[in-house]
């Protein structure tokens, strides 16, 4: 599993896999970004993608079902100024590539044909091997693991009704290559498990949650990682079965570590992306080198990190990824670019290019966000808050970029009463301000750690895979909408 | 234009056609007792201005073929966006080798036979628009000029767009069911930002139709983008407290939406519906009244049939507050003793009945509460229907609207909320799989400062 191979070998068999099985030689991406250069075209790139995935479900005790989908094609786009023409085919041939650059370069008046620089491969980090994770384990094995993991979990708890596991792998093989002269590949794998339970006590049901995973070969799900997720979705279950409405309105909210970093990436995170920023539709906007945190606050976004789900060997520009410093001790350093953003920001891509795949065009976009660690120990911080909420684990959040507002769904939550742990409190929505709630941030725990690796990002109808991360960190104030009533 | 698209697409049909045959001649070969393939193909472009030049110009086309097959009960699945011979081979000779690792389940298979479609209705859905890109430009620069002008305090746009696709569906089964259908969907939207005093909103609107004939104007969609989000500049928060709330027709649908998740048969069958057992209960207050309608007419959520083939049919849903059935594809429905509703794949058009007053008569029987303007969050327990979401709005005294809140919560159960509905308007929103006017409930709990 070490093998990790050189990047220009990896490149080489990536340009043999996508595109000699097509046909398509060196002359027809010459000639295909030639027919994009036209005119007043800035840059233009060929995006190829070859991916195989499976799944496998179970459900009732029983695999109810396996399932294997093949995507590929090439996304073909031009840009000019603060154009982008785009078009895409979902056939990996000549004909079908140069028709696509025809429909691309249409953004711009007819011009001379332009020129495009000789490639030069870029190197991108070496972060997981470029491996196929799906033959990673026999099928039966993989039939075993989430029938051991079924009987596992219902002999924990006998309040377990309802037992469904999945296990997910991807194999994701990109190829760019760019009027601008990089040309790069990655071979991306990904695994994930996910299990859900229903938990029943007399008339009371809930439902617990776990999961994880990251660019590993399936050998990450050791029987020893798979039992833990499942104790922690029962769990998380039986903890709400004695949950109390949560209560509304505002007071010291104290989150916990890992993925209750998604606030990081809803309050921070897509407010710095360089797209909102350069048309200044951000509450970000135009605010570098000002204070937008407590100085106890620095955060970044690392898409360097080893075998993390977010992380990426080159973005889908290209670009290699980098570990870039957003807030430094309270203070706002810089935003996430791609390529067209950057240019028109008069500054250079920060390896945030990322696209859902071929048939989208790629934005700036996160990688892992997470909040450097402080001083504090956890239990300090508890201790610290006479009457408040801890918040301990997360369903999603959302955010308007522009006003700032941002939301996220606490599944896991507690009272705080006289610097102790209460009663679990039900689902509750805690709601902010992006620009200012970080300001409130008062203690920062010792105790970072990053999600397991379950994020998925949306923005404008494309998803990808992302982390967050944090530790346990004293909001002095944020509203949290339960129908327990307001506090005295 | 049109006619080259409109003949890619009957082209299309027959060459999917074949390859859903192919596949399940294949499948037959390969020793699986039952097999299904979906087959799509699609077509279309949009594009967007922002600040009155074009930004993008994306062409889109899309196919792709799913198949599932079924060793005795036991089913594999695969899909492929590559249609070559081989790699759909390729794919059938996976869904098989994934059945054999599957577990034998009695109530796996197609669909019943006597559930088929006999004949496939015509529902107006397929209407080619002629447009080429650079008169769809024109359009999304008066759509956006309309919203920058609306108002001085439009000061950033991110953009207007104007997209059309058409696609073609082809569904076939061992069974020996063959239907295909064409469709198309139009779309106008426009999103810009209002600034006033440092603080900066934004908002948005759109139209979606089968026939762009049946689009609002350019300019009237743009006027409202303007006019939405100038309305939300100074929003305050609210004091915590405890009010009637209104739910304008384009929020209410997904009010509507979570019965849908609730009484699908998965959740049913899974037990994670805070609506298990509710059939033939009251769920909603008896002035609600729901219809299934998937045969209207031009509709976006109408099919004449569902992802199993099953003929799709009109039916009542919620009669007068009580509960009148599921959505149940076949799998759930045979989990559940009971008999596929036709919606697999989801509803079909959700007629919520009005009860027949305005807007501006919901607001006065509220008198003194809250109108929504946007929900975040995904703050949904689908087990207990605990709600909880993120929110902004409008206070309203006396039956009229005073200023814009933002940055509160609203909260309740949704067994609570959807029996203290007190009244459906009659300006009904008809973007989506929900057709409904604006709710007003009776109570929720909001959350603010």
């Known amino acids: ?488 | 234009m049109s006619t080259r698209t409109a003949l890619s697409l009957q082209n299309g049909a027959a060459t999917l056609q074949d390859k859903v045959n192919d596949v399940l001649r294949l499948a037959q070969q390969l020793g699986a007792s039952q097999a299904e393939a979906n087959a799509n193909f699609g077509t279309g472009f949009s594009v967007n201005v922002r600040l009155r030049e074009v930004e993008t110009l994306s062409h889109q086309r899309d196919q792709g073929l799913s198949i599932t097959v079924w060793l005795g009960h036991r089913k594999g699945s695969a899909s492929t966006s590559d249609l070559r011979p081989e790699a759909i081979e390729e794919s059938v000779r996976k869904a098989c080798a994934l059945a054999r690792y599957g577990a034998e389940d009695p109530a796996s298979g197609l669909a019943d036979v006597d559930r088929l479609a006999k004949s496939i209705p015509e529902l107006s859905l397929y209407h080619p628009w002629a447009i080429d890109p650079a008169a769809a430009i024109d359009l999304a620069t008066t759509c956006e000029a309309a919203a920058l002008d609306f108002d001085p305090r439009v000061t950033n746009s991110e953009g207007a767009s104007v997209s059309t696709s058409e696609s073609l569906r082809v569904y076939g089964n061992s069974h020996g069911f063959r239907g295909s259908y064409p469709e198309s969907d139009h779309s106008i939207s426009c999103s810009v930002v209002a600034a006033e005093d440092g603080a900066m909103e934004t908002d948005y609107e759109y139209a979606v139709a089968r026939a762009a004939a049946d689009l609002p104007s350019p300019a009237e969609i743009g006027a409202e983008a303007g006019r939405r989000t100038v309305a939300r500049l100074g929003g305050t928060k609210l004091e915590t407290c405890t009010a009637p709330v209104l739910f304008p027709a384009r929020v209410a649908r997904g009010l509507i939406g979570h019965l849908l998740s609730a009484i699908s048969g998965g959740a049913l069958y899974r037990k994670s519906s805070f609506l298990v057992d509710a059939l033939g209960k009251p769920v909603f207050a008896s002035r609600v009244t729901i219809d299934e309608q998937p045969h209207l007419l031009k509709a976006l959520a109408s099919a004449p049939f569902d992802n199993e083939g099953v003929a799709t049919s009109e039916r009542r849903l919620v009669d007068a507050g009580v509960l009148g059935g599921y959505l149940l594809g076949s799998y759930y429905a045979r989990k559940l003793g009971m008999q596929s509703t036709g919606n697999s794949g989801g509803a079909h058009n959700l007629v919520v009945h009005s009860t027949g007053e305005t807007f501006a008569d919901l607001l006065k029987t509220m008198h003194r509460g809250l109108v929504i303007a946007d929900l975040m969050g995904s703050g949904v327990n689908p087990v207990t229907g605990d709600y909880s979401r993120g929110a902004s709005g409008f206070w309203v005294e006396n039956g009229q609207i005073q200023h814009p809140v933002t940055e509160i919560t609203i909260a309740g159960n949704l067994k609570d909320m959807f029996l203290g509905i007190q009244g459906i308007g009659t300006d009904v929103d008809r973007r989506g799989a929900v057709l409904t006017g604006s709710i007003l409930l009776e109570q929720m709990a909001i959350g603010g400062s």
């Not at chain 1, 990896?10 to 043999?16: G, I, T």
């Not at chain 1, 980090?125 to 196929?132: S, T, V």
């Open chain 1, 1 to 488: 599993m070490n093998t990790v191979v050189a990047p220009e070998t990896s490149l080489a068999r990536v340009r043999s896999q996508v595109l000699d099985a097509a046909g398509i030689a060196d002359h027809d991406l010459e000639r295909a970004l030639g027919a994009l250069m036209r005119g007043t075209v800035d840059n233009a790139d060929l995006y190829f993608q070859v991916s195989r995935q499976e799944s496998w479900t179970l459900e009732d005790g029983i695999v109810k079902e396996g399932a294997h989908s093949i995507e590929q094609g090439v996304g073909v786009r031009a840009m000019a100024g603060e154009k982008t023409g785009f078009a895409y085919s979902d056939e990996l041939l000549v004909p079908a590539l140069l028709q696509a650059s025809a429909a691309a370069s249409a953004i711009v008046r007819q011009g001379q044909q332009g020129r495009v620089q000789a490639w030069e491969p870029r190197a991108g980090h070496r972060l997981y091997a470029p491996i196929d994770p799906l033959p990673t384990l026999t099928d039966d094995d993989k039939v075993a693991l989430l029938q051991r993991i079924d009987s596992e979990v219902r002999a924990l708890d006998p309040r377990v009704k309802q037992v469904v596991a999945s296990l997910a792998a991807a194999h994701e093989v990109v190829l760019v290559c760019a009027s601008d002269g990089a040309m790069a590949a990655d071979v991306r794998p990904l695994v994930r498990f996910n299990i859900s339970v229903i938990v029943e006590q007399g008339d009371k049901r809930e439902q617990g949650y776990a999961g994880g995973g990251g660019r590993f070969g399936y050998e990450y799900f050791t029987p020893a990682q798979v039992l833990e997720y499942g104790r922690e979705a029962v769990r998380q279950a039986v903890v709400n079965l004695d949950a109390v409405p949560a209560p509304s309105g505002e007071m010291v909210v104290v989150l916990g570590p890992g993925w209750p970093g998604v606030l990081l990436h809803e309050a921070i995170g897509h407010g710095l992306e360089g797209d909102f920023n350069r048309k200044g539709t951000s509450a970000f906007t135009g605010r570098i080198g000002e204070r937008v945190a407590s100085d106890l606050c620095t955060v970044v976004d690392d898409g360097t990190l080893p075998n993390r789900r977010g992380s990426l060997n080159v973005d889908d520009e290209g670009t290699p990824t980098r570990n870039t410093v957003l807030i430094e001790n309270g203070i706002l350093r810089g935003y996430l670019q791609d390529k067209m953003n950057a240019r028109l920001m008069g500054t250079e891509s920060t390896g945030n290019g990322r696209r859902q795949s071929f048939a989208h065009t790629p934005m700036p976009r996160m990688t892992n966000t997470y909040m450097l660690a402080g001083p504090h120990h956890p239990d300090e911080i508890i201790a610290s808050v006479k009457k408040g909420v801890y918040a301990r684990n997360f369903g999603g959040g959302q955010v308007d970029i522009t006003s700032g507002k941002f939301v996220f769904s606490a599944t896991e939550a507690y009272r705080i009463e006289n610097g102790k742990l209460g009663a679990p409190i039900r689902d509750a929505t805690l709601v902010g301000d992006g620009p200012t709630v970080l300001n409130r941030v008062s203690m920062v725990g010792n105790d970072l750690a990053l999600d397991t690796g379950i994020g998925v990002c949306g923005k404008e109808g494309q998803s990808v895979p992302v982390g967050v991360g944090q530790p346990t960190l004293r909001i002095d104030g944020l509203t949290i909408g339960g129908t327990g009533g307001g506090d005295e």
